[in-house]
């Protein structure tokens, strides 16, 4: 067959969100076991063997913000990012709280400052934005910030820039929660415009969406502890402890390609080993469209 009509992928990142992991040994929300989830999710990505830049969570890494949960969680995400040699950038979410965010996770004394900070991979500039107001639900990018990520912008990285914050800038599909979206989202369109931003990601929702601003694409991964369900009826909420997922994150030269992965069990339809694949891309086209014709299975072999 003939070689892919896309140049090969020159980035490639975890986006997880969510995680929402709680003091001590209580369950979340009575029923939720944020950390057994998380395990899963490593536990069944090492599979893959595939080899992630960066894992980039995107807020409320912790339910209450104690110290407990992000000793935790970092005890759970280093040891698994180090066996796949991905770098770990944690965002700040509403319901985390900065200064044990701070020390626990990035060994900082700064206390109660916003957490921004840039991190180069390999050409690509991901850049953590705090959106997050102390006591609040909603999220707000302050002057001193915006002052900041122009100047961090002012200089183009060689391959672009990813902001991960966790307030999506996105229209709220729940119309009792539109009091905890991101505000003045029209100034942060026009912070980005322009500018070598390629990709926009966030949290919060607790569901996945794609959406874009200021002419770039925003994706929000969904939650690894819980969902919210949206078949309920209009003005309702409910969460629901299923569809748990992460996204993976393709950087291309002309794009950036996000890709929905569940937690989960689920029956297998079919599978198709590597070796079989590698035998498969082998064939002509012809040979290729025959093998999946001959029956209702792919014929790989």
Not at 77 to 94: D, L, R
Not at 165 to 189: D, G, K, M, N, Y
Request: proline letters at 5%.
């Amino acid at each position: 067959m003939s070689a892919s009509q896309h140049p090969p992928v020159e980035h490639f990142i975890l986006h997880l969100s969510d995680t929402h992991f709680v003091g001590g040994t209580e369950l979340l929300h009575g029923s939720v076991d944020s950390d057994a989830n998380l395990k899963k999710l490593f536990r069944d990505f090492a599979e893959t063997q595939a080899r992630p830049e960066a894992i980039v969570f995107t807020g409320d890494l912790a339910d209450t913000g104690d110290a407990d949960a992000y000793d935790r969680l970092r005890a759970l995400v280093e040891p698994a990012a180090a066996a796949i040699g991905a770098e770990v950038i944690w965002v700040m979410g509403n319901h985390d709280t900065r200064t044990p965010f701070r020390s626990q996770l990035l060994d900082s004394d700064a206390g109660e400052e916003s957490v921004d900070y840039v991190t180069e991979i390999n050409g690509l500039r991901i850049i953590a934005l705090d959106s997050t107001v102390p006591g609040s639900h909603h999220g707000e990018i302050t002057d001193e910030q915006y002052a900041w990520l122009a100047d961090v912008l002012a200089t183009p990285a060689p391959h672009g820039s990813i902001i991960a914050l966790h307030h999506p800038p996105v229209p709220s599909l729940l119309e009792p929660i539109e009091f905890v979206e991101l505000r003045e989202q029209s100034r942060f369109a026009e912070a980005i415009r322009g500018t070598d931003v390629r990709a926009v990601l966030g949290g919060h929702l607790h569901f996945n969406t794609f959406s874009e601003i200021g002419g770039v694409p925003v994706s929000v991964a969904s939650a690894t502890c819980y969902t919210q369900d949206l078949n309920v009826k209009a003005g309702g909420m409910r969460g629901q402890n299923g569809a748990q997922g992460f996204n993976l994150v393709h950087v291309y030269d002309d794009r950036v390609m996000h890709t929905v992965v569940p937690i989960g069990e689920f029956s297998t339809v079919y599978e198709v080993t590597a070796e079989q694949m590698a035998a498969f891309a082998q064939l002509s086209l012809e040979e290729a469209n025959a093998a999946l014709s001959a029956t209702a299975e792919p014929a790989l072999a």
